[in-house]
C-alpha cells in the first residue's frame, strides 16, 4: 500500500462521497495503491451511514474508523494515522479545502527526493476573515516567542509524511494533542509548499472563534511553559517598582518635599492591582496543573465503537 488518506469527519454527511469520487479520480490516475481511512468523530447527521454505504458500493479500499463520541480533529487524526496501513500517509480534511491533487504532488516530491520525510503545505494568502487572519498570525508569532519549536507561519495538518515520522508522532501519547506543534517538535526533513484553500465542498466550519481560541491556548501550553514564568517577571518587576518607590518616598520626605497625596486611594488601588495580579498567576498555575491532571488519569485519546476494515482485506482473510 503506497498511500493512506487520513480524513476526519465530523458532520460531512455532504461531504464524504464528493471527496471519495474526487480523490478516486485523482489517484485512479496515479497508479499506485492507495486507501482512504475516515474518521467519524461522533458525527451527529448521517456521516456514518453515508460512509458505510461508501464502503458497500466503492471498489477502492475504505477503512472507516467511527468514535463513541466526538473526541476532536486532533484524536481522529491519531486515530487514523495509527490505522493506516501505507507507507505514506497523508491527513486531509473531508470539506474538499484541500485539493488531493496537492496530495498527489506531494506523493511525488517523497518520491523523488528519498532524503525528504514530510511535505507540508502552507497557506500563502489567507481567504478569511480579516479578524481571524490577524489573530492566527499574532497567534503564530506569540507561540514562535514562547516555545522552542518552531511553527510556521500558514502551515496546517495538511501534510504527507512517511512512516518514520508516523511511528514518531504515535509514539507521542500526549492526550493534548497539538499535531502542528507535534509534527515539527518530531524534527525530520520537511519541505513546505505553498497551496490555495478552497471553499468548503458543502456544510460549515465547526470552529467557532471560541474553539479556536482555546485550541490556541492549548497549543501554547503544550509547547511552552514561558507562561509558568510569568509570576516570576511580574514579581520582580513588582518588587524593583515597589523599593523605587519606597526610595522616592524616603528621599522626599528627607527634603520635606512630601505631598498631600491620597494614601488611601493609592493602598486600595495597589492592593487591587496586587491582588489581581496573584489570581492571574495563581490561574496560570492552575491551567498547567489541570493538564497535568488530566495527562496523569492517562485515560485513552479516542474510544472507538466501530471499526470497518477495507473489503480487500475481508477476503484475503477469508
Ligand atoms: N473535524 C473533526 N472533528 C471535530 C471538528 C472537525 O474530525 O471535532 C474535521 C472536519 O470534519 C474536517 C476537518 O476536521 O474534515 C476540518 O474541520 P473544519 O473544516 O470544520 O475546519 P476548518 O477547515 O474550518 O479549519
Ligand atoms: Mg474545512
Request: glycine residues 6%.
Amino acid at each position: 500500500m503506497k498511500l493512506s488518506l487520513v480524513v476526519p469527519c465530523y458532520n460531512e454527511e455532504g461531504n464524504v462521497r464528493l471527496f471519495h469520487d474526487t480523490a478516486a479520480a485523482v489517484f485512479d490516475c496515479e497508479g499506485y495503491e492507495y486507501e482512504m481511512v475516515f474518521v467519524n468523530d461522533g458525527s451527529k447527521d448521517s456521516t456514518l451511514a453515508q460512509l458505510k454505504k461508501l464502503h458497500a458500493e466503492s471498489e477502492k479500499n475504505i477503512r472507516i474508523i467511527s468514535f463513541s463520541r466526538n473526541f476532536g480533529k486532533e484524536a481522529a487524526m491519531y486515530a487514523g494515522i495509527q490505522h493506516a496501513k501505507g507507507e505514506y500517509i497523508c491527513l486531509i480534511d473531508a470539506d474538499l479545502q484541500q485539493r488531493p491533487e496537492v496530495v498527489a504532488y506531494m506523493v511525488r516530491r517523497l518520491e523523488e527526493n528519498a532524503e525528504l520525510d514530510c511535505v507540508a503545505a502552507f497557506q500563502e494568502q489567507r481567504i478569511e476573515d480579516k479578524t481571524l487572519s490577524f489573530f492566527k498570525s499574532s497567534f503564530y508569532k506569540l507561540i514562535n516567542k514562547a516555545s522552542s519549536t518552531t511553527f510556521m507561519q500558514g502551515a496546517s495538518d495538511f501534510r504527507t509524511f512517511r512512516r518514520n515520522v508516523a511511528d514518531a508522532v504515535l509514539s507521542m501519547g500526549e492526550y493534548h494533542r497539538f499535531s502542528k506543534g507535534l509534527l515539527s517538535w518530531v524534527g525530520f526533513n520537511t519541505e513546505y509548499i505553498p497551496y490555495q484553500v478552497q471553499d468548503r465542498a458543502s456544510g460549515e466550519t465547526s470552529w467557532s472563534f471560541k474553539k479556536l481560541f482555546n485550541y490556541a491556548i492549548d497549543g501554547i501550553m503544550a509547547f511552552s511553559t514561558a507562561p509558568l514564568s510569568l509570576p516570576l517577571v511580574l514579581g520582580a518587576a513588582g518588587g524593583v517598582i515597589s523599593a523605587l518607590y519606597l526610595l522616592v518616598r524616603i528621599i522626599a520626605s528627607a527634603f520635606s518635599l512630601y505631598d498631600s497625596f491620597d494614601r488611601g486611594t493609592l493602598i486600595v488601588f495597589l492592593v487591587l492591582l496586587f491582588g489581581s495580579l496573584q489570581l492571574v498567576c495563581i490561574g496560570i498555575v492552575g491551567k498547567y496543573l489541570a493538564k497535568t491532571y488530566e495527562q496523569g488519569k492517562n485515560r485513552p485519546i479516542y474510544l472507538a465503537r466501530e471499526i470497518i476494515e477495507p473489503k480487500e482485506k475481508d477476503k484475503k482473510d477469508e
